[in-house]
């Protein structure tokens, strides 16, 4: 039995033409075209539907949901449900046959397990680090591992307001972290890692997610060339337009990481209200499949059904 199949039965007439995008097929034949599509990814046929659609699916299958339930929950209820039909129970339930998705930002998704170096974390999701004082080093980093202690030690400064230059938290992270920028389109550091921070917040439940696509380059700049070796800077906003870095993850080029840059960057317009400049972006999605979201969140929820969510890091504006 295939959940995604069976949940598109449920649906009406008109929710599947208006997912399927199809008016000259019988109902059969557009839930069966449905359910095809999303076979082997019922997060994503439930990602796609409104409350009312999870509602419809639910109603019919006598799967009791709170009168006031938010999307994401409604979503996580049916993936759950839909599991424990496929499987017949639960005892796949967080193993690789039947990875459990988290629910962030009312949406359900698969986090890619972290492909790169990440400092520890004392609980899950990563909390903000108390204030600590800057300490960068006195002399630019002789290693990676001595680049990765300057991370460590920027881990919970606080950075001060931004202001209406963009890019100044980027300039305090490399001044934190004793790099020396030099403004040519090599990486930042000696040539071979370029520093960039990626602007997270928690969602309602308190799990990390990342909030814009982060810029890489200008367009006529090496997008490539600066994506080789990566140490993220994970930057949280905190109240009174302060900030700090939550956590760092050193992601180095491989085959994957390749796949998702080429399904991920892309071009938009950068500056302000007028500028005809344009820049290179990584999508926001590339963070959960590669990795740095499981690094900012931990492993996917275990077997146990859904219980009550985390607190949200009370010091972080959400």
Known sequence: MNAAARYACHLSRDALVR?????????????????ARHAHDLASLLNRLGLAELREIAAAERLALAEDVEPGAAREALWHHGARLEAGG??????????????IAGSLRHLAPPRGAHPPAPRWPRPVPPPAPAAPPADEPDSVDE???AADRA???????????????????AALLGVV??????????????????????????????TEDPAVSMVDGSPLGKLQRVLWLARASLPGGDATFVAWYLLEWDDVVSRLVARDLHTRPKGGAG?????WYLHKRFFADAGLLAALNGPAPGRAAPVAPPAAPAEVAA
């Open 19 to 35: 997912r399927v995008r199809r008016r000259d097929a019988d109902t059969a034949a557009l839930a069966a075209a449905l359910g």
């Open 147 to 149: 680049l990765l202690a």
């Open 155 to 173: 881990l919970g400064v606080r950075l001060g307001a931004r202001g209406r230059d963009k890019g100044a938290w980027g300039a305090r992270a």
């Open 275 to 279: 500028s005809t400049a344009r820049g």
């Open 90 to 103: 639960d005892a796949h339930l967080g193993s690789a046959l039947q990875p459990v998705p988290h629910v």
């Open 181 to 210: 920028e030099r403004g040519a389109g090599e990486p930042d550091w000696r040539g071979d890692v370029e520093l960039k921070t990626v602007p997270v917040a928690p969602d309602a439940r308190g799990w990390w997610r990342v």
